[in-house]
C-alpha cells in the first residue's frame, strides 16, 4: 500500500509541474528594461526651453523674407540710405537690413508691378493702339516716349518702353489696354500686392509718379522682386541694357537706353558690372533716389535694394560727384559676394537623434522635414554652429508612427538663428508592454499573470481531489474484493 502512495504523490508533483510550465507563447510578456542606445552624433546638442512653438529662423533669425535679424545684422552701414536690405533668393537668407519696413515713395518702382501685371494679364505679341483717353490728362514734361493717339506697338514692345525707356505714357496705355483704365488697373496692382504677400504697399498710379498717398517699403519691393524674377518675360525686361524699336505706323525705329548703370555703358560706365543681372531705378520728387538690382555670383543670387539715397552734387550744381544709389547698392553686392558660400546645414534623411520611447520596443531615430541650406562667411566650420532640440510633448511613448513630429531642432550660429525644422519619426515604434495606469493603479499584467497562476493553482486542486478520488475508490475495491476472498475461504473450510 506504501508504494502506492508514493507513486500517487510522484504522479501529482509531475502534473502540477507540466500544468505550471505554461508554454512561453500563453504567457503574457513581462516588462524589461528598454535597451539604451547612444545618441546620434552631431554639434553641440543641448535642450532648451525657450521654444514657443514660432519660428525662430524668422523672429531671431535670418531665413525669408520676413527674418526679423539678418546674418549681418541691421546696424546702419550705408551712409546716406533711409531703408536698405540684401537678399540670397536660393537659400532664403535675409543677409542685411537696415529700415526694411519703413514707408517710403517708391517712385518708378511702381513701374515693376505694371510690367508684371501685364505680363500676367496681356498677350506680349498681341498688338496695342494708343487710345486719346489713355494720354489724356497726362502731361509731356513728365518722363515719356512720345506716344501718338492711334501709334501702334506690341504689348511687349511697350513693356520695354516701361522699364528701358522709362516711358510713364507708356504706363498709362498699359493699364488701359489690360483693364480698361488706369483706375481699375491700379486696383489690380493693389490686389496683386496682396496676394504675393505686401503689408505696407498703396498704388495710386500704374507709372510712380508723385503722390502723397502712394508708398511702398523695401520688404515689399523685395516681396515684389522675387514674383517679378519668377516671370522670364519680365525677368528678360529687366535684365535690357537696351532696346530697339523698329518704324511704327507713325514713327521712326526708336532706341532706349536703360537709366540702371548696373547693366550697360552708355550713360556712365563706371557702375557696369556683368555679375548684375536685372536691376530698376527711381528719383523722387524730394531728389531721393531708389534703386534695386539682382545679382548672381557662382551658385548665390542676391537682390540688393536701397530707398532713400542722396547724390552729392559739385560746387556747380550739375556734375555728380557721388550718385548714392549705386554706390550704396554697389556695397551691399560686396558684402554678399565677398567672403560667403552656401552650406547645406540639415539634409534629407539626415539622422539627427535618437530617443528613448516609454513602453516601445525601441528606440526612435528622428530626421529634419526639410533640407535646409544657408549663406554663411567662408571658412565657417560645424563647431560654430550651436543645436538646439525642443521636444514637441512632454513625454515620449509608444506607439510612434513614421513621419510623426517628435521635436523641433533650431540651428544657430553666434545669435542668429539660420535653420529651423520639424523632426520627424524615421520609423514605427511599437508598443512592447500594455500600458499602465496613471497615478500609481494596478498593473494590469500583472493582474493577468496572477489569475492565470490562480487558475494553474484551482487546476492542480481539482486534479488532487480527482487523483485522491480514484485512489479512495481503488482501494475500497481492493477491500472489499479482499473481504469477499476471506469469505469464500471460510465457507469451504467448513
Known amino acids: 500500500m506504501k508504494k502506492y502512495r508514493v507513486l500517487t504523490l510522484l504522479l501529482c508533483i509531475i ?31 543641448t535642450v532648451t526651453d525657450t521654444f514657443t512653438g514660432t519660428d525662430a529662423s524668422v523672429q531671431a533669425g535670418c531665413r525669408t523674407v ?15 540710405a533711409q531703408s536698405a536690405l540684401l537678399y540670397e533668393v536660393n537659400t532664403g537668407t535675409m543677409m542685411y537690413s537696415y529700415n526694411p519696413d519703413t514707408q517710403l515713395y ?84 493693389n490686389e496683386r500686392a496682396q496676394q504675393i504677400g505686401c ?7 500704374c507709372h510712380g509718379l508723385h503722390d502723397e498717398r502712394q508708398v511702398t517699403t523695401a520688404r515689399d519691393m523685395l516681396r515684389l522682386y522675387i514674383e517679378a524674377l519668377k516671370n522670364e518675360g519680365v525677368a528678360e525686361i529687366l535684365g535690357n541694357a537696351s532696346y530697339a524699336v523698329p518704324a511704327t505706323n507713325m514713327s521712326d525705329r526708336r532706341d532706349w537706353h536703360s537709366n540702371n548703370y548696373f547693366l550697360g555703358e552708355y550713360f556712365n560706365a563706371n557702375y557696369h558690372d556683368d555679375r548684375v543681372k536685372t536691376g530698376r531705378s527711381g528719383t523722387t520728387t524730394d531728389n531721393l533716389y531708389n534703386l534695386v538690382a539682382s545679382a548672381q555670383t557662382g551658385n ?33 553686392l560686396a558684402m554678399g559676394m565677398n567672403g560667403h558660400v552656401i552650406n547645406q546645414i540639415l539634409f534629407e534623411d539626415q539622422i539627427v537623434d535618437q530617443y528613448n520611447v516609454l513602453n516601445g520596443a525601441n528606440s526612435v531615430t528622428v530626421t529634419p522635414a526639410r533640407p535646409v541650406s544657408s549663406v554663411l562667411p567662408s571658412g565657417t566650420k ?14 515620449l511613448s509608444a506607439p510612434v508612427k513614421a513621419g510623426q513630429k517628435l521635436a523641433v531642432l533650431q540651428v544657430w550660429y553666434g545669435n542668429v538663428c539660420i535653420a529651423q525644422s520639424d523632426l520627424l519619426a524615421c520609423n514605427d515604434i511599437a508598443v512592447s508592454i500594455p500600458e499602465q495606469e496613471l497615478q500609481g493603479g494596478f498593473n494590469t499584467a500583472g493582474l493577468v499573470q496572477a489569475l492565470a497562476v490562480l487558475g494553474i493553482i484551482f487546476a492542480v486542486i481539482l486534479l488532487l481531489f480527482g487523483i485522491m478520488f480514484v485512489i479512495r475508490m481503488t482501494r475500497g475495491a481492493m477491500l472489499r474484493n479482499r473481504s469477499k476472498r476471506r469469505r469464500q475461504g471460510r465457507r469451504r473450510s467448513r
Open 66 to 80: 520676413e527674418a526679423k535679424v539678418p546674418l549681418h545684422g541691421s546696424n546702419r552701414i550705408l551712409q546716406t
Open 15 to 45: 502534473l502540477m509541474v507540466q500544468l505550471i510550465a505554461v508554454p512561453a507563447s500563453a504567457q503574457t510578456t513581462a516588462p524589461t528594461e528598454e535597451e539604451t542606445l547612444p545618441p546620434a552624433s552631431h554639434p553641440q546638442t
Open 106 to 189: 517708391p517712385s518708378s518702382f511702381v513701374k515693376v508691378m505694371t510690367v508684371l501685371i501685364a505680363m500676367e494679364q496681356g498677350d506680349p505679341e498681341e498688338m496695342v493702339t494708343v487710345s486719346e483717353t489713355a494720354l489724356e490728362g497726362f502731361s509731356k514734361s513728365n518722363v515719356n516716349i512720345k506716344l501718338l493717339p492711334g501709334e501702334q506697338m506690341t504689348l511687349i514692345q511697350l513693356l520695354n518702353g516701361i522699364i528701358v525707356g522709362n516711358g510713364n505714357d507708356a504706363c498709362l496705355v498699359v493699364a488701359e489696354h489690360i483693364a480698361g483704365s488706369q483706375e481699375a488697373f491700379v486696383q489690380m496692382m
Open 382 to 395: 560645424i563647431d560654430n554652429l550651436s543645436w538646439k532640440t525642443q521636444m514637441a510633448t512632454s513625454g
Open 300 to 332: 548665390m543670387e542676391y537682390i540688393a535694394i536701397v530707398m532713400g539715397t542722396e547724390r552729392e552734387l559739385h560746387k556747380n550744381g550739375y556734375t555728380v560727384l557721388r550718385f548714392g544709389d549705386f554706390e550704396e547698392c554697389t556695397e551691399l
Open 199 to 205: 503689408t505696407s504697399t498703396v498704388y495710386i498710379n
